[in-house]
């Protein structure tokens, strides 16, 4: 029986070791190189063209980032997963590279041995966006971000913790809702210690970055239903209480 082929780029020794150890006694894999250098990971994934790629943003040489851009150029349906901390910025980057999974450090050889045949079992239509799959998250914070990062609000904007911070007061207050201007806006301004009109402002900006992404379908697989059609965007109070009614409704938290 023919097993999967796969590259194995990863800067830590240890884990190097253990993933490929686990990989090869599987059974079902063969581990056709495993390093460090990013530089020659390019060039051997190009070569042999391997049925997935694990690959660390953190490389000697070439990162994981430009490992998996290089690739993506002139091989678009590479499968890659990437690894690293738990990191929002790092992992919408790996995702924006074209990584179509993120496994979060650390992470237990068991579950990344299931996570990997997640991706094995997957066969995405040419085109399609692949869902992106990381360790459940735990917190309330992570529930919210793994939200944004879904439908593509980049966690380096300010409207990003504005954002985030509304919801979780909407969660413990839902009343809060009705009271925008008056009351969220302004709770949020002196936490961050700016005004309410940059409040507003910034998080009217992270939805329409969400919105001009044209991630459409993605927002709506969010919330369960095609909510929003084309360049329809929905009021920042909307917004808020969507993803707030979500995580209720869901017993998230």
Do not use: C
Not at 9 to 22: I, P, R, V
């Amino acid at each position: 029986m023919r097993t999967n082929s796969v590259i194995l780029l990863e800067s830590n020794a240890a884990a190097l070791e253990l993933l490929k150890t686990a990989l090869e006694e599987s059974n079902d894999f063969t581990v056709e190189h495993a390093g460090d250098d990013g530089d020659v990971g390019v060039k051997t994934i190009l070569k042999t063209k391997p049925d997935l790629v694990i690959v660390s943003v953190f490389l000697k040489g070439t990162d994981g980032f430009g490992v998996i851009q290089a690739v993506k150029k002139t091989w678009v349906d590479a499968k890659i997963i990437a690894t690293g901390l738990s990191n929002d910025t790092i992992i919408e980057r790996a995702l924006e590279s074209g990584a179509a999974y993120y496994l979060v450090k650390p992470f237990s050889v068991e579950n990344a041995m299931e996570r990997i045949r997640d991706v094995m079992k997957d066969k995405p239509e040419s085109g399609k966006e692949v869902a992106v799959s990381k360790r459940k998250p735990v917190t309330l914070e992570e529930k919210i971000s793994e939200i944004f990062i879904s439908i593509g609000i980049p966690p380096h904007i300010k409207g990003y913790g504005y954002l985030r911070e509304g919801i979780k007061m909407t969660i413990e207050n839902p009343y809060i809702i009705n009271s925008v201007t008056k009351e969220l806006y302004p709770t949020i301004a002196k936490k961050f210690g700016t005004s309410p009109s940059k409040v507003e402002r910034a998080i009217r900006h992270a939805i329409e970055v969400a919105w001009n992404r044209g991630r459409i379908d993605a927002i709506n697989a969010i919330f369960g239903a095609r909510i929003y059609l084309g360049t329809e965007k929905p009021t920042n109070s909307e917004f808020v209480a969507l993803v707030a009614d979500k995580l209720l409704l869901e017993n998230m938290i």
